[in-house]
């Protein structure tokens, strides 16, 4: 498993919530994002948030980035501040 997380910065904490409910919206990943799960990490108080996309094989990761770089966010997605990927190197449940 492998994740891609991109890390935002909003102007107005406000609009992490907005983001939240748009994506919650979405039917599943955009066109042309092999993902297989997406988790969405908020810290309202400091504007930031990380949006993580899990990924069956690197090959697909790298496929997500490909169509993730090549949208247009909507204004209201804040900055996009940074992008880094992850072998799922261990993944413990309850």
Do not use: C, W
Request: aromatic residues 8%; proline residues 9%; without cysteine.
């Amino acid at each position: 498993m492998y994740t891609r997380v991109a890390t935002f910065e909003f102007d107005n904490p406000d609009q992490i919530d907005q983001v939240v409910k748009n994506i919650s919206k979405s039917p599943g990943p955009p066109p042309g994002v092999p993902g297989k799960r997406f988790l969405m990490l908020a810290d309202r108080d400091n504007g930031k948030a990380l949006a993580i996309g899990f990924f069956e094989t690197e090959e697909d990761m790298h496929t997500g980035d490909a169509a993730l770089n090549a949208m247009n966010p909507p204004t209201d997605m804040g900055k996009r501040v940074s992008v880094e990927m992850y072998e799922v190197a261990i993944e413990v449940s309850a």
